[in-house]
């Protein structure tokens, strides 16, 4: 059956080829070797942590498991894989999909513990790599100007990665239905992780980031860790923040239900945040400012804070008293693709540094949008003591409506998390509605 990526595969290397041309020419490079990794070591132990290779050796290969592996990219030549793949009846050796990318690589087999040896001229080495094997090559380690010009390649996508990344936002929503299904079943957290990895399909240890499924107020712990083994007697909600990986690249869903016994109040929340996501996405569009967009989140949350008599002044006050920042104290979203968090999000494209600002510092993306670009749009609602604790102790807490907020509480949160593409005048939504 032929590949229907195929030929975008075939169009995204051809981008890939001519990008690291440019970049090693202008940069005086005669080639790179990209290192795809290798799992660390538990201290003290023989076991190994959850790996996953490289990004930028994930840009040519869409390998995220391929460990002790090299890629030799020089302009003009084809480029070389040296596939870990030795001998081996205590693991099954690597191999290769059949992908139209393998067609363009030489592929050398065997044991690669130790890089291949580079031909002569100036080579660069990136990836986890020690200073002694680097030098050893006769290679630049890591070198800046290099990671900042190939970080910069990768975050306007290509046909071929925007099609991957929908396909990881299906998968993911797959996996997502399930979840709501098995919690609206009476599941507990645990569970309802199992849920999602089966309809997704995809084990616990390939997933691009570690799934949080936060029943009641875990919910609103943003980035909950556990799984409880044994349902709550009362379940109010469920946040459910999961995706997929297909090919290498990432999707990031986040939803939020109510259950049978929620309070009204947290199902008109769940609405009002869906409605300030939606009007939020279509601001999208090249050109605009991403911060100025985290902003306009932290506006429209005012307005639906007040709207529903949790805040009882205004939405300007709300706002610059720092009552939105304690109900939403994490950033609108990020850059996506190969990684999850991807890169150059607080680069400019001449690599100027853009830090977010002194009052939003988990913010992570920082510049003005532009056509290919795949960010996330997450905006979100929660009870946080410890961020609402001090509100209620100073001069602003009479503007809080705090019956309402304890009414909340044992809800925990609210994030509604879609995955957007940035087209040439306004925004495509990648990931599916749940039906």
Not at 400 to 425: C, F, K, M
Request: negative net charge.
């Amino acid at each position: 059956m032929t590949d229907p990526l195929a030929e975008l595969q075939c169009s995204h290397l051809d981008r890939l080829e001519r990008h690291y041309a440019e970049t090693l020419s202008s940069l005086g490079h005669d080639g790179v070797l990209l290192y795809s990794g290798h799992p660390a070591p538990h201290f003290g132990d023989d076991q190994h942590a959850s790996f996953q290779a490289y990004g930028h050796f994930q840009h040519w290969t869409g390998q995220a498991d391929l460990a002790h592996s090299w890629l030799l990219v020089c302009p003009g030549r084809r480029p070389v894989l040296f596939l870990h793949a030795p001998d081996d009846f205590w693991h099954l050796p690597a191999s290769l999909p059949s992908e139209a990318w393998t067609e363009r690589v030489d592929v050398m087999k065997g044991r690669f513990d130790e890089p291949p040896a580079l031909p002569r001229g100036r080579y660069a080495v990136i990836g986890d790599v020690d200073a002694a094997t680097a030098r050893a090559l006769g290679a630049e380690l890591n070198p800046g100007a290099l990671l900042m010009a190939l970080d910069e390649g990768r975050v306007r996508k290509s046909e071929y990665e925007v099609a991957c990344i929908g396909r990881a936002n299906r998968q993911a929503m797959a996996g997502h239905i399930a979840a709501r299904g098995a919690f609206l079943a009476g599941a507990a957290e645990l569970d309802v992780q199992l849920a999602y990895l089966q309809a997704s399909r995809q084990r616990e240890s390939h997933v691009p980031y570690g799934n949080i499924v936060g029943i009641n107020a875990h919910g609103g712990v943003l980035h909950y860790q556990h799984y409880d083994t044994l349902p709550p007697k009362k379940p109010l909600s469920l946040l459910v923040d999961a995706g997929h990986r297909y090919r290498g690249y990432c999707a990031d869903i986040t939803r939020t239900w109510a259950g049978a016994q929620a309070d009204g109040l947290f199902h008109a929340l769940i609405e009002g945040v869906a409605q300030v996501q939606q009007q939020l996405i279509a601001a999208v569009r090249p050109g605009a400012d991403y911060v100025a967009l985290h902003e306009r989140m932290h506006d429209l949350l005012a307005e639906l804070l007040v709207e529903h008599r949790l805040v009882l002044g205004t939405p300007e006050s709300a706002v610059a008293s720092g009552i939105t920042r304690a109900f939403c104290p994490h950033g609108l979203g990020h850059l996506l693709g190969i990684q999850v968090h991807d890169v150059a999000g607080r680069r400019a494209v001449n690599g100027a540094a853009l830090p977010p600002p002194d009052k939003d510092p988990a913010l992570r993306l920082t510049r003005e949008l532009e056509a290919g670009m795949v960010v996330t749009i997450e905006p979100g609602l929660y009870v946080i003591p410890m961020l609402l604790d001090p509100l209620r102790k100073g001069p602003v807490g009479r503007e809080v409506n705090w019956e309402r907020v304890e009414r909340l509480a044992p809800h925990g949160g609210i994030r509604i998390e879609d995955n957007v593409l940035v087209t040439s005048d306004t925004a495509k939504n990648l990931t599916p509605e749940v039906e």
